[in-house]
């Protein structure tokens, strides 16, 4: 009150005078979250802004893995922030926002705290430009207790992986809650090609005789689901699938005998994404496509928005149109509609799971109720399986085989309960309403109670949060069988032997 002491205030005046004070010292501006609250993973991601979009500008020398350059990020506050942090692992050369130079300190652990000149009031736009040039590969550089930047046989490299890949390529809001649009230019040496997400705007030949690659995403993407892969890939085939969206895919030189197979598989990915877009809705995106990396390198397949990356191993047997059915139906469940928190993984694995199902029946190699049966019945009561909550399964066991089977069962379950027709029709509605977001199992369960006029949560506790076997299959009672008198689907094996590489990541 000294303050206005020599001013001739109403009671009223003095009143709001004080009132103000107490606002604006309460609304001090405070340091964002260091992680987006994943009870999973609790340093990724990071409060205080959103991001809309990431422009990365980098030149990649294989000899030295030395990684190169700027990321330009447009966010904007979303709180009075004193400080805030991104999520990334290299060293940073310089921090500056909206022009000005800003101090920034590396903690160890993925997290670049960076203070900006001055506090940064809530709904300022923000161009955040970091600088950086480091080898990815460092030892000490881990997350999780892994290094996720891959060198690879061919000469390039990989960052590819869930889920975290970002903080080992760009500085990043980590987290599938902040999505954005994207630029990535990488240049590399003449004789490596350069892939990534969306559409290939150019490529540009560079003084020194390297290539600079310029791709572009124009639909909200997570940063997981953001991947680089640099090798040799002269089979590089550009098209246009049947619904006008670019279809570009790209197969590793050193497939061997796994080329034909490799091809055979996901050159059909138009006819795949055709397929489940008349089960799910339409499909999202701008572009769609894949890329086979060399055999055993990464070791698993990923869902990267509009392009997803396989293993050469995938096709070890012959055509797999199992793994590109199982991907591209993430391009849906995971990278459109993506998780709120990554206790919800079953959302992304258990409906890529059941699309794996429905492309059984489209190619006439046993029904979703089949082949869901015969996997319940084909695990015994005892086995470990069970033991593991899709609805919950922990950090160790977020990628666990049960996380799929048991997630596409469950899936099965729920259609067995209300129907067909109401079962895709919530599917399409989650699709519709979720779209380019992210959403938690209870608003899916919330979704299909409201659409079927069913109470389900004793069917979605007994599927996702019970351990042990529900005492009845995935068809209900009238349908139950032992698997004595189940005949194998045709497709049983070549989901189980995908599942296994699948899982095999983590």
Do not use: C
């Not at 005789?209 to 680089?228: D, E, H, L, V």
């Amino acid at each position: 009150m000294r303050l206005f002491s020599r001013l001739t205030l109403s009671g009223t005046a003095a009143a709001m005078a004080v009132l103000l004070l107490t606002s604006t010292a309460s609304a001090a501006p405070a340091p964002g979250a260091p992680g987006a609250g994943d009870p999973y993973y609790p340093l990724d991601g990071n409060g205080g802004y959103d991001v809309s979009h990431y422009d990365i500008r980098l030149t990649y020398n294989p000899s030295a893995d030395l990684l190169s350059g700027t990321t330009t990020i447009l966010a904007r506050a979303t709180q009075d922030l004193s400080r805030f942090n991104l999520d990334f692992l290299l060293r940073v050369n310089s921090v500056r926002i909206n022009n000005v130079v800003a101090r920034f300190e590396s903690t160890g652990n993925g997290e670049l705290v960076v203070t900006p000149a001055r506090p940064l009031l809530q709904g300022t736009n923000l161009t955040i430009v970091v600088q950086y040039s480091d080898v990815p590969s460092n030892p000490a550089y881990t997350l999780n207790g892994a290094n996720s930047w891959l060198r690879t046989p061919d000469g390039g490299a990989m960052a590819v992986n869930e889920p975290q890949i970002a903080p080992w390529w760009y500085p990043s809001n980590d987290h599938p809650t902040d999505k954005a649009t994207f630029d990535v230019s990488v240049a590399a040496p003449q004789g490596l090609e350069v892939l990534s997400n969306g559409v290939l705007v150019s490529r540009q030949q560079q003084i020194n005789g390297w290539i600079r690659w310029n791709w572009r995403s124009t639909k909200p993407q997570n940063t997981y689901a953001t991947f680089m892969v640099i090798g040799q890939y002269d089979d590089l085939r550009f098209s246009t699938a049947p619904d006008g969206t670019p279809f570009i895919t790209a197969y590793n030189n050193d497939l061997g005998e796994n080329a034909d197979a490799a091809r055979a598989s996901v050159e059909r990915t138009p006819e795949i994404i055709e397929f489940e877009a008349t089960q799910f809705g339409p499909y999202p995106f701008e572009a769609q496509g894949g890329v086979v990396a060399g055999n055993g390198t990464p070791g698993f397949a990923l869902e990267n928005q509009t392009r997803p990356v396989y293993d050469g191993r995938f096709f070890r047997r012959g055509a797999n149109t199992f793994v590109v059915a199982h991907e591209n139906a993430h391009q849906w469940f995971g990278d459109s509609v993506s998780v709120h928190g990554w206790t919800d993984i079953w959302l992304n694995e258990g409906f890529a799971t059941y699309a794996e199902y429905l492309w059984s029946e489209y190619l006439g190699e046993g029904t979703p109720a089949e082949v869901a049966q015969f996997t319940y019945d084909s695990m015994p009561a005892d086995d470990p399986f069970w033991q593991v909550l899709p609805g919950n399964p922990g950090p160790a066991n977020q990628f666990d085989n049960a996380v799929y089977d048991r997630g596409g069962m469950t899936l099965q379950a729920l259609r067995t309960a209300v129907g067909d027709d109401t079962f895709f029709q919530i599917l399409r509605a989650w699709t519709s309403m979720q779209i380019y977001g992210d959403a938690t199992t209870a608003e899916f369960i919330d979704l299909a109670e409201r659409m079927s006029g069913q109470q389900l949560d004793e069917l979605f506790d007994t599927w996702l949060f019970t351990p042990g076997k529900p005492a009845t299959g995935p068809n209900g009672p009238a349908l139950a069988r032992s698997a004595a008198t189940t005949a194998e689907p045709k497709s049983f094996q070549k989901i189980q032997l995908t599942h296994e590489l699948l899982t095999a990541q983590h």
